[in-house]
């Protein structure tokens, strides 16, 4: 059967929600997502590839996913409304798809398209507020709270060391047969006018609880508990560290993912099917 593949640019709150991975009796974002696309396209077969499998209570604002729908399904959904087929399926989903849970945009995907593995980077962030006082009770479900006044240029230069290609063993779930060889891009910390401290972290992919460990490593850094070779101690250690908080889940949040130009799409595909290793390995 003849499919067409489509772009899904998606937010969730994840407060409430068991994770990206659908589960049996959970409340997941794939599981939700899934049974709205079937309803609105009248479509069973239907499965989502995502750009980054977020944990239980982690929320997104720039998730993206991809999904192979019938192109009959595909055409005859605009038959009421009039206009594109995929701005059909925009409104529709926004009809029946929970409040925490929204679609942006749906556009047809360029050849080649991967949502997992066409993109050249995720970027996170992570929001912390260390003064009890000025924490703002609205922003609760997204901001962890700490004790401790932290220095977010003590954590920002601590950060530098962990960037380039490393093996980040140290800071993943450990998974039989994976690897822990990523590119960190990009880690700094800032204090925002409001009094909050929002780290940024953007690699060219992340392994299981890599930010909320990354983010671990440098508290007790920001505290001064710590001196700024401590991450880079708990890097070369290669295991997982007892000294290391793995920071709650609803803290952090996946902002954005980037792609390559559309002609780069099908090559970025295959360099990251590829096993990564550092040099010499």
Not at 95 to 109: F, K, M, N, R, S
Not at 138 to 153: F, I, K, S, Y
Not at 223 to 239: D, H, K, Q, T
């Amino acid at each position: 059967m003849s499919q067409i593949r489509l772009r899904l640019d998606l937010a969730y709150d994840g407060t409430d929600f068991s994770g990206w991975a659908a589960q049996p009796d959970r409340r997941t974002v794939e599981g939700e997502l899934t049974r709205a696309l079937r309803q609105v396209t009248r479509s069973e077969a239907l499965s989502l590839t995502v750009a980054g499998r977020t944990d239980a209570g982690v929320h997104a604002r720039g998730q993206v996913a991809h999904v192979d729908v019938p192109l009959a399904a595909y055409a005859a959904l605009p038959a009421r409304s009039g206009g594109e087929p995929w701005a059909a399926l925009t409104r529709r989903l926004a009809g029946v798809l929970p409040p925490d849970l929204v679609v942006h945009a749906v556009t047809e995907a360029a050849d080649g398209f991967d949502a997992r593995f066409s993109a050249i980077w995720r970027r996170y962030e992570y929001r912390i507020a260390d003064d009890r006082a000025r924490r703002d009770p609205l922003r609760r479900q997204d901001t962890v709270l700490v004790r401790g006044e932290l220095d977010a240029g003590a954590m920002s230069e601590a950060a530098q060391s962990l960037l380039g290609l490393q093996d980040f063993a140290a800071f993943c779930k450990r998974r039989d047969g994976a690897t822990a060889v990523r590119t960190l891009l990009e880690y700094h910390w800032e204090r925002r006018t409001d009094g909050v401290l929002v780290g940024t972290v953007r690699a060219d992919a992340f392994c299981h609880s890599m930010v909320r460990a990354l983010v671990g490593v440098l508290v007790p850094v920001g505290r001064g508990e710590r001196e700024a070779s401590f991450a880079a101690e708990v890097l070369r250690g290669g295991i997982r560290d007892s000294r290391v908080k793995v920071m709650p889940a609803h803290g952090l949040s996946l902002e954005e993912v980037g792609y390559p130009d559309d002609d780069g799409l099908s090559e970025r595909a295959r360099q990251a099917r590829a096993r990564r290793v550092l040099p010499g390995d």
